[in-house]
């Protein structure tokens, strides 16, 4: 399957969402893809099939996939991939769109890193509220419906791409609403916690 350029765009569209909820499962599945030669990416990202970089990814989508579930842990751990997940969903759509004009490349680039950021911020914003949570099970179920997710749209990505772009982007307008909904609730929570306190003080 070659990829015309609206496809392509759609392609990062995709892949940058899945990128942001889970960096090494996106890269390892579009690597498996394109070296078991079920598709063949745009030349930029052709390197991903190395096989280096999809054991080096697999192995890393191992460390997240146990460390990701550990509750207090997981928010650390995305934390430090807001500076991984969005810079390599970048160079991604970078690398995808190397056949259309300099503009092109760079409005893809700097929409890739902001449909990761979008993903990311959403996982985060999630884990932020799930996290407090005295069981695990909610945390667990998250994290696999996260992976699970990113593999999908990664999959879809390269299958049916202007379906993934589709969901990719009502999935962006989600995260948007959710975000909003969970400053909001973070927001009342710490008031009425102050309030609360300011109330037993007084008495």
């Not at 940058?16 to 498996?32: D, H, I």
């Not at 996290?131 to 909610?138: A, G, M, N, R």
């Not at 999959?155 to 948007?176: D, E, F, R």
Request: glycine letters at 8%.
């Amino acid at each position: 399957m070659h990829f015309t350029p609206e496809e392509i765009v759609a392609l990062l569209v995709a892949t940058s969402f899945a990128a942001g909820l889970n960096v090494y499962a996106t890269v390892a599945t579009l690597g498996l893809l394109q070296h078991t030669g079920v598709i063949a990416l745009p030349a930029g990202l052709a390197p991903l099939s190395n096989w280096y970089i999809i054991a080096a990814s697999l192995v890393l989508f191992c460390v997240e996939f146990f460390g990701d579930k550990i509750p207090a842990f997981d928010l650390l751990w995305n934390a430090l991939h807001t500076f991984i997940r969005v810079p390599i969903a970048a160079l991604l759509a970078y690398r995808a769109t190397a056949a259309l004009s300099p503009g092109e490349q760079l409005a893809a680039t700097l929409a890739g890193g902001l449909i990761a950021l979008a993903a990311h911020g959403g996982k985060t914003a999630a884990r932020a509220a799930v996290t407090p949570s005295p069981e695990p099970l909610s945390n667990i179920g998250l994290s696999l419906g996260e992976d699970a997710l990113a593999i999908f749209l990664t999959w879809m990505s390269v299958k049916h791409p202007y379906v993934g772009a589709t969901i990719a982007i009502l999935l962006c307008l989600i995260v948007v609403l959710v975000m909003r909904w969970v400053i909001r609730a973070l927001k009342a929570l710490f008031e009425g916690a102050e309030h609360e306190l300011a109330g037993r003080a007084e008495t």
